[in-house]
Each structure stands twice: as C-alpha cells, then as structure tokens.
C-alpha cells in the first residue's frame, strides 16, 4: 500500500534492523501480557507441570494502514448497533421465527432453543441481560469505473457476536505496542518512510469490557442470602487465549475489587447449585475452599457458544441451570440466538414494494440511526425454499458465480464456512433439507495492505486483509426494554495473510494489528 507521502509502507528492514525489531516486540509482548499459552504439542512434560509458560501472541510489526472514515463509521455506530440487538433479543416471536427457520438442520440452534423454552416455562428469574458485543467489519471500496476510484471507502459487516466475543484484553496491548514502537524504534529505521507520522488512537477495549461487567455486577445488588457477590468467567478447560480473559479480570479488581472466578464449563454441575429460596440465587463453592459460598451476579461465557462444550447431555443441563438462574448472563440464550447469522441475514433483506424491511421493525426508519446501520449491510441471500432462496441456490451451486460467496452455518469460533469453490461440492454432501440452516453472504474484498507478520517467532511478510471489530456493552431490562448502560467499548484489528479464507487469531490464522489512520 501507498501511503503518505508516497513511500512504501510498511518502511523496508534491513535483516538488522528486523532482528532487533523482532527482540524488542518478544521482550514487550511477554514483559506486557501480549501473550497466549503454548499449544500442548509445544509443552515437555516437565514445563506442562510448571505450568509456566507463556508465549508472544501472534503480532503485525506495524500498525495496518486503515482509513480514519472507516474507524469512525464504526465506532459512531456500535451504541446503535447495541441498543439493536437488546432489541432483538427481547422479541422472542422474531428469534422464534429465526429459529424455526433454521433447526430442522441444526441440533445445536434446536438444543439453546428448547433451554429458552424450559426457563420460560417456570419463569425467568432474572430480568436484566448483559450483552459484550462485537461488531466486526471490513473496509469495501467499489472497484471497476472510474467513478468508483474516487469512491469513499465504506464499513461492510462481517457478522455481529453476541457471545465470548474475545481480544479485548489484548487489543488494548497490541494498541500499546504499536505506541511504543513508533516512540522508540521507528525512528530508528534506516527506510525513510519509517518517519511517517502515525495516527494511532486509544483503544480502551479492555476498559470498556470491564466497565459493563461491572455495571451489571452492581446492578445486581448485595446478596439477601448474606454471602458475597461475585463474577464466573465461564470458560474452556486447556484454554490457551488465557490471558485476554485475565486482562478484563485484572481491570476490574483495579478499582474496587470484585471477587472473579473462573468455572470450566464441564465443572458448573458440580460448583454452582441453585439456592432453594424460591429466588434461584445462583451459589457458586470455591473448590480450593468448599466452606466459602458466593452469591453469582454475573455469569461472562466465553465458553457454551459452540457443539463442542456440550458434548454430554449433562452439559445441556449445566447450561440450562445458569439460564434459570437469577444470575445475570452474558449472554442469555436469546442473546445468543440473536448473534446468529440468519439474524444478520433476515436483518440486511432490503423492503419490498409489499413489506417494510426487517430492521425498521427494531429501528424507526426515519430515524438517523437506521440509515447508518443499514449502510453496514452488505447483501446476504436466505438458503430456504423462498424465492429469493432459490435464487441463492442457483449461486451458491454455480461453480462460476460461487466465486463471490461464503456459506455460513449457524456457527461462532471460527473454521466453520464454506468458501467459493468448496460451496458447491459441500451442499452436495448434504440433505438439501439442512440448506435452510445456512445463510450464503456476498465476499467483502478490502484493498490490499502490506504487513509483516510476528507468528511463533518467524516472520511473514506480505499481502494482508484487516478486519475490524468494533466493542460494545450494554446492560438492558428484558421485561421493561429498559436500557440501564449502553457504551463503545474499543476496538479490535485483526489481520490476516491474504490467501487464508479465515482470520481467528486463536484459531491460528489471524494476528492482533492497530489502526494507523489514514
Ligand atoms: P465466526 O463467527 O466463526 O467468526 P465469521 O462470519 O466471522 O464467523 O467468519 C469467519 C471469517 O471468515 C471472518 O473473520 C472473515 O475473515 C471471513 N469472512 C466471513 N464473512 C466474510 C465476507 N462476507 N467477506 C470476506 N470474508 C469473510
Ligand atoms: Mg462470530
Ligand atoms: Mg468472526
């Protein structure tokens, strides 16, 4: 990419300089937190009872080049965007809708499903939801006319996460380290273009995160048991993306302290029990000390969003124990309903002549709010029996027109879709019944960057594609619709060699990257 006063960027390195760069960027990940766990197959046996070890997280040298119309878009959308999904999530008839839509394919939708139902039948206990959000986006720029050249370039939509969204903890390090180095050691390149000025901003992504833990935590209010209040971070045992989740931890003990615990998913059975006072308070035992009782305030999963932690029946059980509870959940099942995919998909279905689009009914259309959201919609097809399904099946069958698409379950975490040519071939593999469960979504092509790329201490440098998540957090009333907090919470860049389909960092194909505005 050219940038600036029309040098190359990133600025060229000598293999001296990228020595030391390199030395300066392990010392400051590892020194800083910046790190993951190392994956098992890297571990001895001697060192995997240590337990400890750490290692850089996956880094770019430099801050990507990002366009400062883009940045804003996204940041000045995102409390409309969490006001929109406390919305959805508080229509149950439309996420029913969703729902039916889509779990005659899919077991796992079916499942969350029938543990709303279970609540719903005793009654929620708890009115208040917390939604930890995150937005995530890609720049797009028409291409082909001449007219296009000069065209602004736009935010587009990737998904919105309602569930475990993660990197906030180590956003805000990565946005460090990039202003660190141009303090330190960019002026100290040889390369001209290294004395570019970088417009790196704030990134409180760890700040925000903690801020709307906290909010619902005293929303919550002492305990009428006369135990403690505390905060489960739900998580996955054999963790390795520890660290992120730590930094939100670390962030809210900072400035009063809140007791946090971490509960693997697979052990809530066997830790937490609802209290029998008609409340259904739910009690958390610290198993280093079994005596010790805690009232849960909030429950934060980053774990519960995927098939794979629930892989016994008794899981489904743990999971609709938290769900009766009167603890606050981020999310609740609707939330999580509402991140689905075929949410974003029903959500960016433009009006007819006959019927008004699916978002006004959540977001007045005269309202300024509707427009900046709906101009983050890029075009998303159902894979149902309607008409425009239809039409989406003959794409998404078409070895030529598949080129522009990705298929997309009803999935989060990463490796899940399908890309171009692999469409064809997959839906082939099965029941054409199970088709309605997929969404099939237009390819976003953002311009191309050049980044070098810090992975498990080698270097790769190249074509790279960035994408943007924008934080959010709010605290809502289910009953009232009443919305108690609703704040930006950062941002996360996430960047990712330009011949790899998927970008997950924790995945292993993606890295942390900042903005460096342009
Ligand atoms: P998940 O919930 O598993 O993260 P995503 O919808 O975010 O699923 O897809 C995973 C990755 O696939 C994204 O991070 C992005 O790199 C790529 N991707 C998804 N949708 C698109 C799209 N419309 N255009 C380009 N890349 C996409
Ligand atoms: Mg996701
Ligand atoms: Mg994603």
Known sequence: ?????????????????????????????????????????????????????????????????????????????????????????????????????????????????????????????????????????????????????????????????????????????????????????????RDPSSHFTYDLPANESTRGLAAGIRSAFEAYGP???????????????????????????????????????????????????????????????????PERIFEVAVVYFRSGYGPADYAQPSDWDARYQIERSAAIKCPTVLTQLAGAKKVQQVLATPKSSSSPSELSKFIPEDAPQYQDVWQTFTNIYPMDGSEAGLAARKLATDPEQCQKYVLKPQREGGGNNFYRSAIPPYLKSIPESHWNSYILMELITPPPVTNVILRNGNLEKGGVICELGRYGACLWNQDTGDILYNEDAGYLLRTKGDQSEEGGVAAGFGCMDSCNLV
Request: glycine share 6%; aromatic share 10%.
């Open 223 to 289: 305990s009428d048991l006369g135990f403690s209040t505390c905060v489960v971070f739900l998580v996955q045992r054999g963790e390795r993306n520890v660290f992120d989740q730590r930094h939100l931890e670390y962030e809210l003990q900072r400035q009063s302290a809140v007791p946090v615990f971490r509960l693997p998913f697979a052990e809530i059975l066997t830790r937490t029990s609802i209290a029998d006072s008609g409340r259904r308070q739910l009690l958390y035992r610290l198993p280093s000390n």
């Open 1 to 189: 990419m050219e940038a600036h006063s029309g040098h190359s960027y990133p600025p060229a390195l000598s293999s001296l300089e990228s020595a030391r760069l390199v030395q300066v960027v392990k010392d400051w990940t590892l020194g800083k937190g910046l790190a993951v766990r190392p994956p098992p197959t890297a571990v001895t046996a001697e060192t995997e009872l240590l337990g400890t070890l750490g290692m850089s997280a996956p880094v770019t040298l430099f801050p990507s080049p990002f366009p400062k119309v883009c940045f804003d878009q996204a940041r000045s959308v995102q409390k409309a965007y969490n006001e929109l999904y406390a919305k959805i999530s508080q229509n149950e008839t439309f996420i029913s809708q969703i729902v039916a839509d889509v779990a005659g394919g899919d077991d796992f939708i079916a499942n969350l499903w029938a543990v709303h139902l279970r609540v719903k039948k005793e009654g929620y206990a708890q009115p208040l939801s917390l939604g930890l959000f995150r937005s995530d986006y890609m720049v797009h720029q028409d291409r082909g006319s001449a007219q296009d050249a000069h065209a602004r370039p736009q935010i587009k939509q990737v998904e919105f996460n309602t569930i475990a969204s993660s990197f906030g903890g180590l956003s805000t390090k990565i946005s460090e380290l990039h202003k660190f180095l141009a303090l330190t050691e960019y002026p100290l390149l």
